[in-house]
């Protein structure tokens, strides 16, 4: 007898699919509890994944994660709607192997303190209003400054995303490395900062601060973080790590071929 929960995107394919989930665990004597639950099962694409985490944020190492496409096959998800009694035969049955994506973390000082922010794809500094100028440290030692809209960090699961817009390297599953790119940067001869991602290793610190952060958004995936008065960024992978449940099945390849490449 396990509790499950299950967000669902709010369209009529994922609320379907959500009704036939819902019923046959609870068929099976599983517990439908949206507050505790053991299994999450995330109905809708890759951006439903995204606000599962961030839903389960505080317990995310307890829970395990299962996506059930109603699209194409994404990245997070390992089955499409159609094979929804798969899915479920392989849950109810425990036929499947537990993968872990680390996180990235973000301590940020604001003039009220230290705040700690999460992300399974990507932290985004970015101003609209105005060139943003920012400087970049890593461990420590300044490496750059950067004129742009922003910058990007992202974890290997989210080198598929934001990032891979942004010119960034598309990096496989398992090696743990964090990677920068600049939004729309400025480079001409009179400024010119390195311009192409820059991957660090899981030991490094990236830390951004700038003179003037006024109208900066800080962004973690799709969650604009709500601060003020932003003074420094420091960023690193974290030691938090999400549990999603995999079937041996899609390669890595294969889920880039079905989402990226067309020969
Ligand atoms: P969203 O609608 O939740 O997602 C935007 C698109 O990004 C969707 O097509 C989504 O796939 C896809 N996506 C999300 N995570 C992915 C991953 N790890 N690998 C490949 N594709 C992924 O948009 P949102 O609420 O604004 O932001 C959520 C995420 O969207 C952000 O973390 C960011 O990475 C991404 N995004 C990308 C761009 C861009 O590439 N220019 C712009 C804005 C946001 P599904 O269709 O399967 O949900």
């Not at 100028?133 to 290997?156: F, Q, W, Y």
């Not at 790119?181 to 400025?186: D, M, S």
């Not at 390195?194 to 601060?209: H, N």
């Not at 003037?212 to 973690?220: C, G, N």
Request: glycine share 6%; with cysteine; charged share 25%.
């Amino acid at each position: 007898m396990f509790k499950f929960s299950i967000v669902a995107k709010p369209d009529l394919i994922s609320k379907k699919c959500e009704e036939e989930v819902k019923s046959t665990l609870i068929a099976n004597s599983w517990i439908y509890d949206e507050n505790d639950p053991y299994y999450v099962i995330v109905i809708g694409g890759d951006g439903t994944i995204l606000r599962a985490i961030h839903r389960y944020l505080d317990k995310i190492e307890s829970i395990r994660l299962l996506g059930i496409h109603t699209g194409t096959l994404g990245f997070f998800t390992e089955y499409n709607c159609e094979d929804v009694n798969e899915a479920l035969e392989t849950l109810i049955n425990k036929r499947y192997i537990l993968e872990y994506r680390r996180m990235l973390e973000a301590d940020v000082l604001t003039k009220d303190g230290k705040h700690m922010f999460y992300a399974i794809n990507e932290m985004r500094l970015e101003n609209i209003m105005r060139t943003q100028v920012i400087e970049v440290a890593i461990d420590g030692e300044h490496l750059e400054t950067i004129r742009a809209n922003g910058v990007c960090v992202s974890t290997p699961s989210g080198s598929t995303a934001y990032n891979k817009s942004l010119g960034g390297a598309v990096i496989c599953p398992g090696i743990e490395v964090m990677q920068l790119c600049e939004v729309a940067g400025i480079h001409h001869n009179r400024y010119h900062s390195l311009g192409s991602p820059l991957i660090a290793s899981d030991q490094q610190t990236f830390t951004f601060t700038s003179s003037d952060f006024r109208d900066i958004s800080l962004v973690f995936d799709h969650v604009v973080a709500n601060v003020d008065d932003v003074i420094q960024v420091d960023t690193r992978l974290s030691t938090r790590k999400v549990p999603f449940l995999r079937k041996k099945g899609f390669s890595f390849a294969q889920r880039l071929r079905n989402s990226f490449i067309n020969d």
